[in-house]
């Protein structure tokens, strides 16, 4: 599997981005994807993932009720709507694929293998 992500940015707080995040190669049937951040300075956490077949969310803490992650069947694409951004949001945002087809919503970066190059969102005050 091939991950693409996109759509980064500079933007202001209080502001919204959407990421994009086209997979290619394999079916995502089964699988889970998730999006991932590092901040400068901090370990990778865990932003949102879904589960691609049925479209089960989780969601970290700090994103609840700002982003919301979808998924485009036909395009192979996830998505991370974000709105309501904060200076604390600004990181570099991977997409990834969990490594086994599961029914849970891993949230450990641990669970995943197939990795996205990264895009830069920068929050500014």
């Known amino acids: 599997v091939q991950l693409q992500a996109s759509g980064g940015g500079l933007v202001q707080a209080g502001a919204s981005l959407r990421l994009s995040c086209v997979a290619s190669g394999r079916t995502l049937s089964g699988y889970a994807m998730g999006w991932f951040r590092r901040a400068p300075g901090k370990e990778r956490e865990f932003v949102a993932a879904?589960?691609?077949?049925?479209?089960?969310?989780r969601y970290a803490d700090s994103v609840n009720g700002r982003f919301s992650i979808s998924q485009n069947n036909a395009k192979n694409t996830v998505y991370l709507q974000m709105n309501s951004l904060k200076p604390e949001d600004t990181a570099i945002y991977y997409c990834?694929?969990?490594?086994?087809?599961?029914?849970?919503?891993?949230?450990?970066?641990?669970?995943?293998?197939?990795w996205g190059q990264g895009t830069q969102v920068t929050v500014s005050s």
């Open positions: 879904i589960r691609w077949s049925g479209g089960t969310t």
């Open positions: 990834a694929r969990t490594k086994t087809m599961t029914s849970d919503i891993p949230t450990s970066g641990l669970s995943y293998d197939y």
